[in-house]
């Protein structure tokens, strides 16, 4: 064999052994995405499917659906998928099995792009007309699948109808809710705004009168509440379930007290692991979202009483802890239009997470009033987190965020809050540690404190702080539990801590002061003393009296409105130079803030790690040196708007 040839199978050779390595590397690289597919496929058990061309009488596959969710959730078991696609379910779905673990949940969820709306009403034809713009339909109590809700009244603890009567059924017209009149005469003042219902009940129907201005109600979409809730667990411990990309309307939820069983348009009961995200929940007669008491002996009254005894009712059966309830995260839903409250629950929501989401139009009818009304209410808020979350236009009775008996532990961080007429924040009943950072709440009553041990840190208020007692008592725990340390009457307000904030105040007062039955008010007293520090006063605001070397700085004109644009909201805003001249402010830590004097506990995060506000509203870092006081850091001396919601 002469050169040539040689060096010819040389080639030959290096060229097929090139060729089978390619080979096996293909052969791999197929086999590779070969099993990635099917681990992603067999990252469940099993995938259930749900669709409007489907039939119960299916296996439930994709290609042969179930046609109802509740179907679905009838055989779900832990670790299964199901899939609902596009369409309107008219159904209340009542969870029969959960999940095991947060690695072993049951999800619900849409298809992405695909619209799913499930719906507590149906439509109803053969409207008769009265007069003008008044129309009749009489209903069959047979239409409903169990209470005729036209004849079920609202009623419960802390619910003043102002010797009125409500329903819980609701008329709706294209979608959006009517408002219930007292009487028929009510209807002959027509209302184009938010036209007008009334009904008459005998023995086995009901009578609809309602306005429609404009409108002939058989050519339009009038629907009727048919079901009390939507989604929600009718027995305790149906645990860790995930319900992702819903659109929940229309449900004749019940009053929903924290000294009663509590629920919502979507509940868990008395459960722990649920999470709720990117769903659009609107239309509930009284509550959106519910993780309240419903394990609790509900013989109790509507009192102080009745609290401490849920309490201890929970402490002494074993059922309130970490390991059997709470740890729910509520996270990037759209909530609206509720008449009591946006999110609620008594204990349940106990080391659960709320964060971003946008809450508004919470009791607007304004035709009822009760003490349980706010875009979130919570009592027992044990190291809940709430941030980043947008809370807006709320009824006379409406806060914004109210935390009320024992929130624990509780970090209330970088929320947007305003025009909420009944307050941005209120804080009731609570021996802390609390935690409030970098909020802007933009109201009329942006604070309101009838607790101990409170810390505020790096918020705007842009009116007077409204400080109060109370006299009633309540329970403080062991550090990051719901094991009860010991019982305290929260008489006089104090040990409470203020830095680095900036207060605005139209009636250029920083705190107001309030009292309940009569009792005075001592706020900063040797046994409880007041903290102030590194404060800014603004537009004319005057300083309190108790801080040492305040910053008053009068020559500030900022206009603290919210402004709604297309894309979301503004403030008008300006980082004076000056407000970090020869100052020298801190950066707030779990150190520098100490322990609270009653509950002798250290302000930290849930889990237990140190607190350090070096982030600003936004997410950006403070200046380590001389952090700017307020929620913003580093923003322009320019006067300009700048979107405070969505976040970017």
Same mark, same amino acid.
């Given at each position: ?316 059966? /074993? %059922? #309130? ?8 995260? =509520?996270? &990037? +839903?759209? $909530?609206? @239009? ?61 806060? /914004? %965020? #109210? ?8 970090? =209330?961080? &970088? +929320?947007? $809050?305003? @025009? ?80 680095? @904030? ?147």
């Amino acid at each position: 064999m002469n050169k040539i040839q040689r060096a010819k199978s040389y080639l030959r050779s290096i060229l097929s052994l090139v060729l089978l390595v390619t080979f096996i590397s293909c052969s791999s690289n197929k086999t590779f995405k070969k099993n990635e597919k099917s681990e992603e496929k067999n990252s469940f058990l099993k995938e259930i499917h749900v669709a409007k061309n489907g039939s119960d009488k299916n296996s439930g596959t994709k290609e042969k659906p179930f046609l109802t969710i509740q179907k679905a959730a009838d055989i779900v078991k832990a670790g299964d998928l199901v899939i609902v696609h596009k369409g309107t379910y008219r159904e209340s779905i009542t969870p029969k099995n959960g999940g095991e673990s947060n690695e072993k949940r049951i999800i619900y969820k849409t298809v992405k792009g695909e619209k799913v709306i499930i719906k507590g009403s149906e439509i109803v034809k053969g409207w008769k007309k009265v007069s003008g713009d008044i129309w009749e339909k009489e209903i069959d109590d047979s239409y409903f699948e169990n209470t005729n809700l036209f004849k079920e009244e609202m009623k419960g603890h802390w619910f003043f109808p102002q010797g009125k009567s409500y329903h819980t059924g609701v008329v709706y017209l294209n979608g959006v809710w009517m408002k219930e009149a007292q009487n028929e005469k009510e209807l002959d003042e027509l209302n184009k705004e938010i036209p007008l219902w009334f009904v008459k009940n005998d023995d086995t129907k009901t009578v609809v009168f309602a306005q429609f201005p404009d409108v002939n109600p058989n050519d339009a979409t009038v629907e009727i509440n048919t079901k009390k809730t939507l989604f929600h667990a009718q027995k305790s411990g149906v645990n860790y379930i995930t319900i992702n990309g819903f659109e929940f309307k229309h449900a004749a939820t019940s009053w929903s007290a924290p000294t009663q069983p509590q629920t919502g348009m979507i509940g868990a009961n008395w459960a722990k692991g649920w999470i709720i995200e990117n769903n659009e929940i609107s239309y509930s007669r009284s509550a959106g979202i519910c993780f309240g008491r419903a394990a609790i002996d509900t013989t109790q009254v509507m009192s102080a009483y009745g609290m401490i005894a849920s309490f201890k009712y929970a402490e002494n059966y /074993g %059922i #309130w802890n970490k390991e059997k309830v709470g740890s729910h995260i =509520i996270r &990037n +839903n759209k $909530i609206s @239009n509720c008449g009591q409250a946006g999110i609620v629950g008594n204990m349940g929501t106990a080391f659960s997470t709320i964060q971003g989401n946008e809450i508004s139009e919470i009791n607007t009818l304004e035709n009822y009033r009760g003490m349980e009304q706010a875009g979130i209410k919570l009592h027992g808020g044990v190291d809940v987190i709430i941030k980043d979350n947008c809370v807006y236009n709320t009824g006379r009775m409406a806060r /914004g %965020i #109210w935390l009320d008996w024992t929130g624990q532990g509780a970090v =209330i961080s &970088n +929320n947007l $809050i305003f @025009n909420t007429k009944a307050g941005s924040l209120y804080l009731e009943v609570n021996h802390g540690p609390i935690f409030c950072a970098n909020n802007i709440l933009i109201n009329n009553k942006p604070f309101t404190n009838r607790s101990r041990g409170t810390a505020l840190v790096h918020n705007l208020f842009s009116a007077q702080v409204l400080i109060a007692n109370t006299t009633r008592s309540s329970p403080y725990l062991y550090p990051h539990s719901t094991k009860i340390d010991d019982y305290y009457v929260n008489s006089q307000p104090g040990d409470d801590i203020f830095y680095n @904030n900036i207060f605005s105040s139209p009636k250029k007062i920083a705190m107001k002061f309030g009292a309940s039955k009569g009792d005075s008010i001592e706020y900063n007293s040797d046994k409880l003393p007041l903290t102030m520090g590194g404060n800014l006063y603004i537009n004319e605001t005057k300083a309190y009296t108790i801080e040492n070397n305040p910053q008053v700085i009068s020559d500030d004109n900022l206009d603290l409105k919210i402004i709604k644009k297309e894309d979301g909201f503004y403030l008008e805003w300006a980082n004076n130079p000056k407000w970090t001249e020869n100052t020298n402010r801190q950066i707030v830590t779990t150190e520098k803030l100490g322990k609270t004097v009653i509950s002798k506990l250290k302000f930290e995060n849930p889990d237990g790690s140190l607190i350090k506000i070096d982030t600003d509203y936004f997410g950006n870092p403070r200046d380590e040196n001389n952090p700017t006081p307020g929620p913003f850091e580093g923003l322009s001396s320019e006067k300009k708007l700048i979107k405070v919601w969505p976040k970017s």
